[in-house]
């Protein structure tokens, strides 16, 4: 199978699966005897049935369930996702202006996570035992084991109350929003480079800073691990005695025979922390007033906002399986071996 | 494992091997590996620590975690307060004390539901193989894309808001969340999202185990297939579910703290380390003490049970070693 068709077939994989997730989030969404009337009707309106019944009409609620998911399903496959009950907005419009913000925090976690997991975990590897294994080692623990609320809130406290470092809370300092209004990707960093200010660059990077790495910490644990084990593993191989055996240099044995072959669990480990991520991202956009789709997501839940969760869960696994696809692809630049395999 | 052992036995005296306490030498010898390694026996004997600090909290604690005593809010830590008091005048030592009963119980009681739902269905499905192993997997994979705080969230928004209002079938659920403080919502959320890697993680085992030479040994010598599945197959695969149990132990403790973070865990008055920060952050600015001992216990608690379930694992399987 070639790489195209490779892509080509799990591209049209992901239609069952986003069908199954929106079936699913329906189901659970519209079995619970909760009802979404109760949360958005007054106490007087909720004893008016004509009121209760116009609004249940208004929103499909008075048909029956498999009717409703069939208008729902249609009405997605035109990218209609519905209506928000909360902000009486098209989900699709509420998305678009959140995702960029979670977007930019979750990569921007993400890459903090490689740049400085992936050296530590090589580092640890090679200086089994010593200091700096232990120090790494620590590193990932705290990462691993500090909740990601406490670790926000702490630094914000240190760098932001204390030390005044970093800027506080929200994506810009004060009344710069307007300044970068010409959203292009709506990520802050990338518009503002795209537009040429480099100030305001500047300062969304140092708003971004703390955020970012306070979510990805517990990647970040986990990449130094991963990497750190396979790593020792690959070390031990024939092919790396034999480079080493002709004389090749360590700095080239170790990056360019050893990384190279240890970094498929850790790209693993990437792929599937991704999600966690964007799960972390709830509490993150919580502490840091960041207006992105972790809060959404909650206020949705929270209010039984039935439209706006069901097009949250599948932008989400949206995303999900988009970022493994593009993980078991980067398989194939890694392994050759793996690109001629019968996958 | 007992692999090389259960070959050379293989034959007539394949029965005598088969004598329970024979059998029971991979568990012990399991247990005596894990005494051996530090970082698990130090993890062990702070995991019982706070057990037993759970379990006597009425006896433990100074203060009950209902007295409030609005006339000192916000004291330093003192002899008669040790960790200091929060802004209800609340003793803090006695709240973390209380607060270990909550993110034990959870730990353990959702670690049991998520094994007690997992299992059966990953074995099913790797028993039974076909149209039933193909359907649970899909659901599987499908319920895995699914955001999992997000179902969590709804189905605590659902517990708090609507189950207290219930009638019926569901008023004895609702009493029964009320007189745990909340936590059985944490619980019914937890089991229903994270019994799918445990299921994942038993349908693998008892694939691979299948075909495995001391399982064709095993039938070749006539044992019958029931006490393969019961002498062989479910303590073989059970191993990494014991791991994986033990190392989701602090994914729902870090689960529980985040839900009361956010105001969606255990109702007040019912002490949770994560409401605890919560709590504090609010003075964070002029009490930043308020926000580390409940941090604290969590870390170690976590930390304990990842050494424990990495000692596990070792202990358990050997070959694994060092990975």
Known sequence: MTMQQFILRRLLLMIPLLIGISLISFIISHSLPADPVAAFLSQKSMEDPVIVATFRKQWGLDRPLWEQYWIYLKNLLQGNLGVSLRTHRPVLDDLRQFLPASMELAIGATFYSIFLGIPLGVVSAIKKDKLLDHIARVISLVGVSTPVFWLALVSLYIFYFRLGWLPGPGRLDAGMELDVQANITGMYTIDTLLQGKFDTFIIAVKHLFLPASVLGIGTLGLVTRITRSSMLEVMCQDYIRTARSKGLRERMVILRHALKNALIPTVTVIGLSFGGIMAGTVLTETIFTWPGIGRYAYQACTKLDFPAIMGVSILIALIFSTVNLLVDISYAFLDPRLRTGGR | ?323
């Not at chain 2, 952050?281 to 003490?289: D, E, Q």
């Open chain 2, 1 to 323: 494992m007992s692999q090389s052992e259960q070959i050379r036995l293989a034959g007539p005296s394949a029965a005598t091997f088969e004598s329970p306490a024979r059998h029971r030498s991979l568990w012990v010898d399991a247990f005596q590996r894990l005494l051996r390694n530090k970082a698990a026996v130090i993890g062990l004997g702070f995991i019982l620590f706070v057990v037993l600090v759970a379990i006597f909290a009425d006896v433990l604690a100074p203060y009950s975690y209902r007295d409030q005593d609005l006339g000192s809010v916000y004291q330093p830590p003192s002899r008669e307060h040790l960790l200091g008091t929060n802004q209800y005048g609340k003793d803090v030592l006695s709240l973390l004390i209380y607060g270990a009963r909550v993110s034990i119980t959870v730990g353990l009681v959702a670690q049991l539901i998520i094994v007690l739902v997992g299992v059966p269905i990953g074995a099913i499905s790797g028993f039974l193989g076909g149209r039933v192993d193909m359907i649970i997997m899909r659901f599987v994979d499908i319920m895995y894309a699914f955001p999992d705080l997000l179902l969590i969230i709804i189905v605590m928004t659902f517990i708090k808001g609507a189950l207290p209002k219930a009638g019926g079938p569901l008023a004895p659920l609702a009493r029964l969340n009320e007189l745990t403080g909340g936590l059985l919502g944490v619980f019914i959320a937890l089991g229903l999202t994270w019994w799918l890697t445990v299921a994942r993680l038993v349908r693998g085992q008892i694939l691979s185990l299948k075909e495995r030479d001391y399982i064709l040994a095993a039938q070749a010598v006539g044992v019958p297939s029931r006490r393969i599945m019961v002498r062989h197959l479910i303590p073989n695969a059970l191993a990494p579910v014991i791991v994986a149990a033990t190392l989701g132990v602090p994914q729902a403790i870090m689960m529980e703290a985040g839900l009361s973070f956010i105001g969606m865990g255990v109702d007040p008055p019912t002490p949770s380390w994560g409401m605890m920060i919560q709590e504090g952050a609010h003075a964070i600015r002029g009490y930043p003490y308020l926000v580390l001992s409940p941090a604290a216990a969590i870390a170690l608690t976590m930390l304990s049970f990842n050494f424990l379930g990495d000692g596990l694992r070792d202990a358990l399987d050997p070959g694994m070693k060092d990975r």
